[in-house]
Each structure stands twice: as structure tokens, then as C-alpha cells.
């Protein structure tokens, strides 16, 4: 039997594909090994923010550490991660204690150079000030506060020696008021806000860019539309801040230029009243 005969166009055209798909991936990887790694604590649901700016810093060519309570959840985010051609290590961590920060970022040494940390870490908590106990008032505290000081100490011991990187911190509405019944949020939400400011101030000179971000409005998420559907519903069309927008905006405040730099930004949707 006579071999088939090998259209020329047709092999040219796989080896055209075949050279594009080896020079990307050659551009991926020295965009890797020049950008670095971003650490994201604040990792649950893939369809949650702290996925969301997992994705857009592993789309830029960083490896992205990726920190929150369950492995599980991490291990679905990172897959995502790795599906879209990207680099992420999931790490289960506490970010109240002082041990499993320090492993974090330990290992965020091992990958490569740190370019930029993401504090997106606190729980909301809705009790009227009478009916707060002493431990859920400590609790939100140290997820954001003291978790965040923890935080950003061993992002700063990287970031410094470099006199380059950004940190950034995820604020709320209560960063700036409080209100009931959201009085023990709102005060552990200003306390973080105080340490974004601290850092800022002390690092700022040396070249770290440090931003809070005030997410003013509800984050349209798994949680949001699990816990009160009817509420998103009633919002509608583009009534809630959409993740990958929100990330969008934080990967932006990393490549702005150190003349204009950013301390505060405020988002929400177009429609939220403020």
C-alpha cells in the first residue's frame, strides 16, 4: 500500500503552531523567573477574591503562594491555577500564628524573589455590642490585626532588602465607620487599617509601595449568594463587586509608577450609595 502523501501546507502550518506554542512558553518562563512570586493569604473558594487575585498575579507570570484554612479549597484553586497555564503552591496556614506566617513566606523564599503580598484575611461577624463575647471580639481581631502585622513584618523583611515590591491589605466599609451590629468587625477592620498606614509610612521612603484597599459594597461570591441570595438578587446587574474586577484594580496599584503611588483606594459598584 502507498504511503499517504504529507500535505505541505498542513505540516507547515503544525510546525508554524508547534514553534509559536515553544516560544510562549519560553516568554512565559523567563517572565516567571524575572517577576517572582506573589503571596495571597486569604485563599477560599475558587470563586471568592482571594482566588480571583491568585488568578490575575499567576496570569502576570508569578508563582502564586496561595494561604488560607482548608487545603482542600486550595488544592481546587490552584488547579484552576495550573489549568490556565499558571504556577501556584497551596499552603495551609493560620495567619494568627506567628510560626505558620513565618512558613509561608520561608517558602515563598524557596521559589523565587517576593514581588508582591496580599493581606485579604477577616471574617465578618454580625452581633449586636451586648451579645459580642470576649472571644469572637479577640478572634476578629487577630485575623485582621494581628494577622496582618504578622504578615506584613515578613513581607517587608523580604521586600525591603530589595528596596522594591508592593504589599497590599484588604479593607471593608467598617474600616472607616462602625455601625451596628458590626461594632466588633469594624474595630478589628480599623486596626488593620492602622497597621496598612504604619507600614506605609515607615517603608514608603525605602520603595515599598503599601495600599489598602476598601472593598465598599458586597463581594459577589459564593458566600454572598449562600447567605443572602434575595439580597443579590435585588441588587442586580452589576449591583456587587465582581472579583476579577476587584483584582483587575489590585494588580494595577502593583505596577503603578512610585511617583503616584496609592495609598487608599475605595471600590465599589456603580450603584452603591456612600
Known amino acids: 500500500m502507498a504511503a499517504a502523501a504529507i500535505d505541505p501546507t498542513s505540516w507547515a502550518q503544525a510546525r508554524s503552531r508547534a514553534q509559536e506554542r515553544s516560544f510562549m512558553a519560553k516568554q512565559v518562563s523567563k517572565r516567571r523567573s524575572k517577576q517572582g512570586v506573589a503571596v495571597v493569604a486569604g485563599v477560599g473558594t475558587p470563586n471568592g477574591l482571594g482566588a480571583a487575585l491568585a488568578r490575575r498575579f499567576a496570569s502576570e ?19 484552576t491555577i495550573r489549568d490556565a497555564g499558571g504556577v501556584a503552591t497551596p499552603v495551609a496556614a493560620d495567619v494568627t500564628l506567628d510560626a505558620d506566617v513565618r512558613r509561608l513566606f520561608d517558602l515563598a ?27 469572637i471580639f479577640e478572634s476578629l481581631w487577630k485575623q485582621n490585626a494581628f ?14 532588602s530589595r528596596n522594591k515590591g ?21 474595630s478589628a477592620k480599623a486596626a488593620l487599617r492602622a497597621v496598612a498606614q504604619g507600614l506605609a509610612r515607615e517603608f514608603g521612603p525605602e520603595g515599598i509601595h503599601v495600599a489598602h484597599v476598601i472593598i465598599d459594597g458586597v463581594i459577589d461570591g459564593d458566600y454572598a ?10 441588587k442586580g446587574k452589576d449591583g456587587l463587586l465582581e472579583p476579577d474586577a476587584i483584582a483587575d484594580a489590585y ?10 503611588w496609592t495609598h487608599e483606594l475605595d471600590l465599589r459598584p456603580f450603584k452603591e450609595t456612600f
Open 109 to 135: 523564599d524557596k521559589k523565587n524573589t517576593l514581588e508582591l503580598a496580599v493581606y485579604n484575611v477577616g471574617n465578618n461577624v454580625a452581633l449586636p455590642l451586648l451579645e459580642t463575647p470576649p472571644d
Open 225 to 234: 449568594r449562600g447567605q443572602f441570595a434575595a439580597y443579590v438578587e435585588s
Open 251 to 260: 494588580w494595577t496599584l502593583h505596577r503603578q509608577h512610585k511617583s503616584a
Open 147 to 160: 494577622g496582618g502585622f504578622l504578615f506584613g513584618r515578613e513581607a517587608m523583611q523580604r521586600l525591603v
Open 166 to 186: 508592593t504589599l497590599i491589605f484588604t479593607g471593608a466599609t467598617a474600616s472607616l465607620r462602625a455601625r451596628p451590629p458590626f461594632a466588633a468587625f469594624a
Open 61 to 79: 507570570g508569578l508563582h502564586v503562594i496561595i494561604a488560607g484554612r482548608t487545603l482542600e479549597r486550595l488544592e481546587a484553586v490552584a488547579a
